[in-house]
């Protein structure tokens, strides 16, 4: 099954992407997606094949944010989609049955679209309000995370769940509980000063309800 800890990657060029990248990988977390917002077709593709090569060296999943013609250009494990990105069946025609097509949601009936488009995981938030993302969607807070995992819990919906949007350390203990597989975080990991440690710890506990 997939990794309950995913970064979302930063940086303003390729560079700074490549840095963060290359450490989070160092340090243990082995799913990445790559967000790189803004940049030339020419220097997506660059990194996109960078990333690549530092992944397969890491055993990790990578997965490219919106880009589904990039991600089947350089054969990557596959795409996350926004709401007003290409619709996830369309992505699936393209990039086929075998890669991970993940859909974001901010409520019960978005998840429900996602997952009738064919989507493998939901990316649901924000939990809180993040600077990372432009035009945020409602935040949900603990209790919007509890009241759909609840629902999706009595509709036997078992598509896995990853908390998105402003997540601090403090916070992922409670979030888990909710029932949520995992955690997707930028931010946070990218501004530690202890990227070893905090990531060691992050796995810690999404793989602790695991055990228990």
Not at 33 to 52: C, G, M, W, Y
Not at 75 to 100: P, S, Y
Not at 188 to 203: G, P, R, V, W, Y
């Amino acid at each position: 099954m997939y990794k309950r800890l995913q970064y979302i990657s930063q940086g303003n060029s390729i560079d700074e992407q490549l840095h963060n990248i290359r450490e989070v990988l160092e340090q243990g977390c082995q799913w990445i997606q790559l967000r790189f917002k803004n940049a030339t077709s020419e220097d997506i593709f660059t990194l996109a094949e960078a990333v690549k090569i530092l992944c397969q060296e890491h055993q990790a999943t990578f997965i490219i944010n919106d880009n589904v013609p990039l991600a089947q250009k350089i054969d990557a494990d596959g795409v996350h989609l926004g709401l007003k990105d290409m619709k996830i069946a369309n992505a699936r025609e393209i990039l086929g049955k075998d890669k991970i097509i993940g859909g974001t949601a901010n409520t019960l009936e978005d998840i429900k679209k996602q997952i009738n488009q064919g989507a493998d995981y939901i990316g649901l938030g924000p939990f809180r309000f993040t600077k990372t993302k432009e035009n945020l969607s409602p935040i949900l807070g603990l209790e919007g995370y509890q009241n759909i995992l609840d629902q999706l819990k009595l509709q036997g919906i078992e598509t896995p769940v990853y908390a998105i949007g402003g997540i601090q350390f403090e916070d992922v203990s409670a979030i888990i509980q909710t029932g949520v597989y995992g955690i997707a975080v930028s931010g946070l990991i990218t501004q530690s000063d202890h990227k070893n440690e905090l990531i060691t710890a992050l796995n810690e506990k999404l793989y602790e309800s695991v055990i228990i």
